[in-house]
């Protein structure tokens, strides 16, 4: 089983495959194809990295990091890239009589819920994200972030995800997180 440097933002997905990462046609980035075996119960192929120069099997993959169009760079004499069939570990916290509970989302098929980018024309031209399509059943599809990479301190170890907002809500991506939409109860 590889190791995976955010093991709390993931479990490996019994049964479903990935496909190698593919690049781009002009090689400028790199992504995940579609898989017929990934996609069941919440299951999805994520694009993980890790740096060539010594690497043995032991060493954890990363989350590639993609930019505010979805997008990951490909840099194959550096990094060496991935696709796992995973399924996100999407934790909450509740609060009940002033008791705290850890809660756990729970993952729908995604129907054509997908991450839409969205140009922003003004002073400062920028990009937002926002989730849209339709979800199975009375599901909903829904914005969450991931923090990929950081400041002096950050410790992939402790990254979750984290909710940010229903379908159809403008976000201004925050640099260091990737961003993707889920089908959710």
């Known amino acids: 089983m590889p190791k995976l440097s955010s093991p709390q933002a993931f ?20 992504s995940c194809p579609p898989s017929d ?58 609060t009940v009589d002033d008791v705290k509970y850890t809660v756990r989302y729970q993952l729908c098929t995604c129907g054509t819920c997908s991450l839409d980018v969205i140009p922003v024309l003004g002073a400062k031209t920028h990009d937002e994200v926002k989730c849209s399509g339709t979800c199975e059943g009375d599901c909903k599809c829904t914005l969450f ?30 640099d260091n997180y990737s961003y993707r939409c889920f089908c959710l109860k």
């Open 11 to 30: 479990e490996f997905c019994d049964g479903g495959t990935c496909g190698d990462a593919k690049p781009s046609g002009d090689n400028k980035h790199v």
């Open 37 to 94: 075996t990934c996609g069941k119960g919440g299951c999805y192929c994520q694009l993980f990295k890790r740096k060539k120069k010594g690497a043995t099997d032991d060493t954890p993959w990363d989350v590639a990091h993609t930019d505010s169009k979805g997008q990951t760079k490909y840099r194959p004499d550096d990094l060496e890239y991935k696709c796992f069939c995973v399924k996100p570990t999407l934790d909450a916290e509740l």
């Open 145 to 174: 972030r991931l923090q990929v990479a950081g400041k002096a301190g950050f410790d992939p170890k402790n990254a979750k995800w984290e909710r940010v907002a229903k379908a159809d809500t403008q976000v201004k991506p925050e």
